[in-house]
């Protein structure tokens, strides 16, 4: 059962002569834009009961599921029409890599496959990792990740409280440079802190948003 809510077809303003408009993929949780693709009246419709972005490929000239060749599909979280009803953005979570270079992105190019990203746009992509390892420790037996999950939640709580009080320890004594070393590795900790008790940070940012949206609230006001 989809979580957003129906748009029917008759609600955009598909191209007269190709019966098309565009829509732009865009990662659910990173921000990051991943394709442009076209969708007819029954590609809409099929993106909706499907929950699984699906185009008209104009190549094809049929109906296209992102991924039906992959497996890297694109799973739907919400959608949004422009103010002319002529154009969609669909936020998804990808399975996968969206192009088939193999890279995140299809606006990406080659020489720009390491170029830095939005910062929550990072963490959530660090967020994403973190859950794979989790899920899958045979994909990486050996990774640093894996092997606190292993020690278990005491463990991990026991990092962050270190790397908790090596921050403060640095703050107060003005350690500039060191600082955000030390911030850094305490995100990372609360990720797998977040990940182990199964807590996704959109949660964490959904209370941010609530608390800035009524300022009152408890102590913190996000202004």
Known sequence: MAIYPIIPATDLRFDTVSGLLPAIIQD???GQVLML??????????TQEDERVTFFSR?????WVKGESSGNYLKVVSLHVDCDADTVLIRAIPAGPTCHRGSVSCFEQPDQLQAPIAPIGFLSSLERLIVQRHDYPEQAPT???VSLFKKGMPKIAQKVGEEAVET???AVSGSRETLPGEVADLLYHLLVLLVAAGVPMAEVIAVLQERHRLPNTRHLNND
């Open 28 to 30: 659910a949780d990173s």
């Open 168 to 170: 403060v320890i640095d």
């Open 143 to 145: 990774s640093y990740t």
């Open 37 to 46: 693709g076209y969708m007819n009246a029954e590609a809409w419709r099929r």
């Open 59 to 63: 190549s094809k000239n049929r109906l």
